[in-house]
């Protein structure tokens, strides 16, 4: 507060002490003490001020239900009469029984909390997330503030206390896209390709020049006095290889048409969980990047640097680039599934190479015999040539087409035509009403539902 409030004060009791009144001197002395206690709260109120947020899990399935604790401790002997929190919160998640209000600027909504803390207390609020978004959400700054006892003043710290929450993307049965739930892509299945076991043991041998090191026996090697790799039990398995192909298609609310791209990353999902289940050897590869906000790039500030240094820097920002790229060879363990649905959920709309070059750089990687499915909403000659190619190659090739017109008949190619805006709208009105959940208003929230076959487990 201003200086001239304590000037007031002190000639108050100045003059008092003169004219000898005792009551001008109380009131001196209690404006004083007013302000002395109004600076002190206003430059102690947020020392020791310890804000904290944890959820119950990280990573959720679409439709769970985490819990979003906050704790707000004062470390001090001043205690506080009031302290408001705004934590910024994904516009796109629900929070049961809380009206938020909505942050035009980052499109984003404030969860506000109102405390009142003694001396060295610690009060914890818990607040229940309905996980209704497939995504990576980010959950902070905060913004804290608190003052005096009498309202004068208030004092108002930020915190860069960004946390993430990865959710899970809709998985559905393949018959509500109009698929068959055992055969989906043919009748006639394509040969198994040879494997082998890791977890297997049925011998050792002499270790031969290319062997990894998980796969030497120690025991058996120290019996040998020499190197001893183990021997796997060989097994077969069916390959099936997932393309994605993502567009930005232009919308005029979004940038992209968001419709199609949940729908085409729900397609992908479904049709993973379904091979795995059914013992395929799943992978995935798509033309585009994760989005993975944990990853602090390192970038220079402006200042000049070396050609070592700058060298440095790129080669980190090439890796943490490499990181991001969506390229999952075909396994079939749960791990697989795990990492197929956490990919998905990574998934953002980015102009990177076309599906054409993905295809025609990862034909000749792939294991003899593999079912390829292409989820795309466009198809071209050139993507044409490229699955034609595939075809020569041994494999068996498979279209899921999504958009609002009718999927193209091609003469060597199946194609299935998944739906468009329409089907993706359904699916989740059929979401919520099973569900009981109430669908936000059309335009408002960018919603993704997952619906959780039975033997469905991550």
């Known amino acids: 507060m201003s200086r001239q409030w304590y000037y007031v004060a002190i000639a108050i009791i100045f ?123 980010t959950f902070g700054p905060t913004r804290l503030r608190s003052g005096d006892v009498f309202g004068f003043q208030t004092r108002e710290e930020s915190l860069s206390n960004r946390q993430f929450l990865l959710v899970y993307p809709m998985v559905v049965p393949l018959t509500s896209f109009g698929l068959p739930a055992r055969h989906p892509f043919g009748d006639q299945r394509t040969p198994r390709r040879l494997l082998e076991d890791p977890s297997r043991v049925v011998g050792v041998r002499d ?29 077969t398995t069916y390959t099936l290889v997932l393309f994605l192909n993502v567009l930005a298609n232009i919308d005029i609310y979004y940038g992209i048409h968001p419709e199609w791209q949940e729908l085409a990353i729900c397609a992908a999902a479904s049709v993973a969980n379904w091979a795995i289940d059914q013992g395929f050897a799943v992978g995935l590869y798509a033309n585009t990047r994760m989005y993975m906000p944990e990853l602090s790039m390192k970038t220079s ?28 060879p075909p396994a079939s363990n749960e791990e697989q599934r795990k990492r197929i649905m956490e990919v998905l959920a990574r998934i953002h709309a980015y102009f990177g190479s076309s599906i054409e070059e993905l295809l025609q750089r990862e034909r000749t990687r792939l294991p003899a015999g593999s079912t390829v499915v292409l989820v795309t909403s466009t198809i071209s000659d050139q993507l044409l040539d490229s699955l034609a190619r ?69």
């Open 301 to 328: 500030s402006g200042h000049e640097e070396d050609e070592d240094e700058a060298g440095k820097v790129d080669a980190i920002i090439a890796d943490q680039l490499k990181r991001r790229r969506i390229h999952l």
């Open 15 to 137: 003059i008092s002490l003169l004219i000898r009144q005792p009551l001008l001197f109380l009131v001196g002395l209690l404006v004083l003490l007013i302000l002395l206690a109004t600076a002190i709260w206003i430059r102690y109120c947020l020392h020791d001020l310890r804000y904290t947020r944890e959820f119950s899990q990280q990573r959720a399935l679409f439709g769970e239900e985490i819990t979003l604790s906050i704790s707000l401790e004062n470390a001090k002997m001043l205690p506080l009469p009031w302290v408001e929190i705004e934590d910024t919160v994904p516009r796109s998640l629900r929070f049961s029984g809380r009206n938020l209000r909505v942050n035009m600027s980052t499109n984003s909504v404030l969860l506000e909390s109102l405390f009142s803390l003694r001396w060295y207390e610690r009060v914890t609020r818990r607040y229940t997330v309905q996980c209704l978004a497939r995504g990576v959400h």
């Open 207 to 235: 270790y031969a020049y290319g062997d990894e090191l998980r796969r030497i026996h120690w025991k058996a090697t120290a019996r040998a006095m020499q190197l001893q790799s183990k021997v796997y039990q060989p097994t």
């Open 390 to 458: 595939m075809r020569q190659s041994g494999h068996t090739v498979a279209i899921l087409f999504i958009g609002d017109t009718p999927a193209p008949k091609l003469p060597t190619i199946p194609v299935y035509h998944i739906g468009g805006e329409d089907t993706w709208k359904q699916l989740l009105a059929q979401y919520a009403t099973e569900r009981g959940i109430e669908q936000p208003e059309s335009g408002e929230q960018a919603v993704e539902r997952l619906l959780i076959p039975a033997g469905f487990r991550l």
